[in-house]
């Protein structure tokens, strides 16, 4: 089939749904074609952060192939709560006349674009959405963000409730947010979650070996990693105040964190440690998706203190256990005995759950066996792609 995959935002090189997905529908033979703006999403500071990796947020016009997929890239208008208002939309039915228009955002300009044009072309309509409390709580106002949304639901709830086939909730606490805030009625929200690409995500002996020797960690060492944005709405600085604890008691404990920090909140989280630990912090900064395997592979447990994160199942994939907090969004990541969750803004208990973990090296060889089981059976983006076909 011919399917059109509409991102705000798309930069491949940091993963994300929005480039496993179009990849996965590829390898289960469709042709699909990318429909984006040409700038990459507006990561809080950016310039310390991803664009460290991509580059400028500005990318020229084009169309052209990016990671074997079919991506093309309009002009930015302008932005509105880390949405891309862009054109092309008509440009690209009239010429293609795609079979299913899959939109990633529901409370969006595009959405709503193509539930208006849905009557003209007859393509299925689905929209893609993984928008978590957690998330909305954390960032930006409050107020403002309850205003816009209100204003969603009184001018475009019914349209797009009646111009779309189906809503796709990628977390188990995102359907609350599309009936809440965006007005979409429930019935017609299934929850198909995020994956893993089985392919590139698993444990590798060689690249725990090297990247122990790169950050002069000792292979006996017992290293605990997080991986994404570094900021405060990620709750990192509650992970560095266990790992102070922890650092007192046991000398061989690592901390190895994959992503940059804004030099503040690094000072802040810095200083929640005793300088005499600071040592046994890695700052190993922004890293393309593809190597991360290399990094799940080095370590012993995973840490996301707070908001869920889609390095989850990657960890998972690459036999790695992790720790979340008691109010995650993603039950299903860790259906499967695969993890531990400590009580959420306690790095006491946060601690505590590190410590058994270190404690206990079969149970978590058991939990890190058990995770990549769950990610083969349940996980794997082309199984996931294929739902959304279905």
């Known amino acids: 089939m011919r399917i059109l995959f509409v991102v705000d935002y798309y930069q491949p090189a940091l993963g994300y749904g929005s480039y496993y997905v179009p990849k996965a529908l590829v390898g289960l033979g469709h042709q699909v074609v990318i429909l984006t703006s040409n700038y990459f999403y507006p990561f809080p500071h950016y310039a310390e952060t991803a664009g460290k990796i991509l580059g400028p947020r500005e990318q020229k016009v084009s169309v052209k192939k990016e990671e074997g997929v079919l991506v093309v ?19 690209y039915l009239k010429k293609k006349r795609p079979d299913i228009v899959i939109v990633d955002k529901t409370a969006g300009y595009n959405t709503i674009v193509f539930s208006i044009l849905k009557p ?19 960032e930006g106002n409050i107020i403002l963000k309850e205003f816009f949304y209100l204003c969603f639901r009184l001018f475009f ?60 960690i000792g292979m006996k060492d017992f290293v605990v990693i997080y991986t994404g944005k570094i900021i405060k709405e990620k709750g990192v600085h509650i992970l560095f105040s266990a790992f102070n604890m922890l650092a007192k008691r046991y000398s061989d404990i690592k901390l190895l964190l994959v992503g940059s920090a804004n030099k503040d909140y690094e000072r802040e989280c810095f200083g929640l440690l005793e300088k005499e630990y600071h040592s046994r912090v890695i700052l190993a900064g922004f890293q393309e998706a593809k190597c991360l395997y290399k990094f799940y592979s080095a370590a012993d447990v ?19 256990p992790f720790i ?67």
């Open 73 to 91: 890239r309009k002009r930015l208008w302008f932005e509105v709560f880390t949405r891309a208002i862009f054109g092309g939309q008509l440009e």
């Open 120 to 138: 003209f072309f007859g393509y299925r309509l689905i929209s893609v959405d993984a928008h978590l409390p957690s998330g909305f709580m954390a």
């Open 157 to 216: 709830a019914g349209l797009i409730n009646k111009m779309v086939d189906k809503f796709i909730a990628v977390q188990e606490a995102t359907k609350d947010i599309m009936i809440k805030y965006y007005g979409v009625k429930s019935e017609k929200i299934v929850h198909i979650p995020l994956g893993t690409d089985l392919s590139l995500f698993k444990y590798d002996n060689t690249s725990r070996k090297l990247i122990r020797k790169r950050y002069s």
């Open 302 to 320: 995973g840490v996301w203190p707070l908001q869920e994160s889609m390095s989850m199942n990657d960890a998972a994939a690459c036999s790695l």
């Open 324 to 390: 979340a907090n008691s109010k995650i969004g993603a039950l299903a990541r860790l259906s499967n005995n695969n993890a531990l969750l400590y009580r959420i803004g306690s790095h006491r208990d946060l601690a505590a759950k590190i410590e058994y973990l270190y404690r206990n090296k079969r149970m978590r060889k058991k939990m890190g066996m058990r995770g990549r089981e769950l990610m083969e059976r349940e996980f794997d983006w082309r199984v996931i792609a294929s739902r959304y076909i279905d």
